[in-house]
């Protein structure tokens, strides 16, 4: 099984950490895909350590720019044409 989460709010770090932790304990497959206002959680160390365990994590490169400005993005930058490849690849999809 492989589960994407939809990242598209900025209090959506404290959800996704414990969910990726679960599925990194139970070696479920999973990536994440970082848009809108949910790029602003790529700030957060916690955010940071648990996406080292996603097989793929990018972020909207116009929600990049437009939330984050000039910082160096720490994930891929991607478009929503990778985000519908990662749609595509998914059993499950998670939107928080």
Known sequence: MNILFEVTSAE??????PLARACDRNAVSWSCFFTGDG?????RDDVLAS??????A???EL???RHMGEQSCPV??????NNSAMV???????SL
């Open 12 to 17: 959506a770090g404290k959800i996704l950490v």
């Open 58 to 60: 990018a972020a909207c």
């Open 88 to 94: 595509g690849d998914g059993d499950k999809i998670i």
């Open 39 to 43: 790029v602003k959680t790529l700030v």
């Open 76 to 81: 891929e930058i991607g478009s929503q044409t």
């Open 51 to 56: 996406i080292a365990g996603a097989t793929k």
């Open 63 to 65: 929600s990049w720019e």
